[in-house]
């Protein structure tokens, strides 16, 4: 992952590879990872047909684990793709997907949730459900302050986007400052 995300995607697809070569069927939670870091090093290529296949089957292969986290991640992931391909409803059903794993019987979100509601946060911009679209991310953000910094800007800065739509552009500049 850290070579992928550092620009060396072909090295990063090497890693993935021989780690899934090297690991036996029945380490399922490291497999996930694995096939969740081809899918990631699949989109910095922009292969994004590969990298649907190798999220569904991290997603599987998470929610067997038990890894509720790394599975959230992979079907956020897996939304975004479809989202950026222009599949709203798709995306939007496994976001819901998301969010119901990253939630818990007693309806408390877990803070990876905050992945799930930028994704319908998104669809729902798209949508020009604005209002909607900023009560997801309000709640998103609160969420990614407990989960990591950089989901917190990515977070700051769409509530921008939604807020200048809105034509509240001081507010809007609030969060970019926020962001940086």
């Not at 590969?50 to 089957?57: G, L, T």
């Not at 991640?73 to 990253?102: C, D, I, P, R, T």
């Not at 509530?159 to 962001?179: C, F, N, T």
């Amino acid at each position: 992952l850290v070579a992928t995300l550092t620009g060396d995607v072909n090295q990063g697809l090497a890693y993935s590879r021989r780690a899934l070569d090297d690991l036996p069927a029945d380490r399922i939670f490291l497999r996930s990872i694995a096939v969740g870091n081809l899918g990631m090093a699949y989109v910095m290529q922009g292969d994004i047909q590969s990298a649907i296949q190798e999220f569904k089957e991290s997603i599987a292969l998470a929610r067997d684990s038990g890894n509720i986290m790394f599975a959230v991640a992979s079907l956020s992931n897996l939304g975004g793709l479809y989202l950026l391909q222009g599949h709203l409803k798709l995306a939007e059903v496994v976001y819901h997907q998301a969010l119901e794993l990253a939630t818990t019987q007693y309806g408390q979100r877990l803070p990876v949730a905050c992945r799930a509601l930028l994704g319908l946060s998104e669809t729902a911009r798209e949508w020009n459900n604005l209002e909607r679209s900023r009560g997801l991310l309000e709640e998103a953000l609160q969420l990614s302050q407990q989960y990591s910094e950089t989901g917190e800007l990515v977070m700051y800065l769409s509530l921008a986007r939604v807020l200048q739509s809105q034509g509240d552009g001081e507010y809007a500049l609030d969060m970019v400052q926020k962001a940086q």
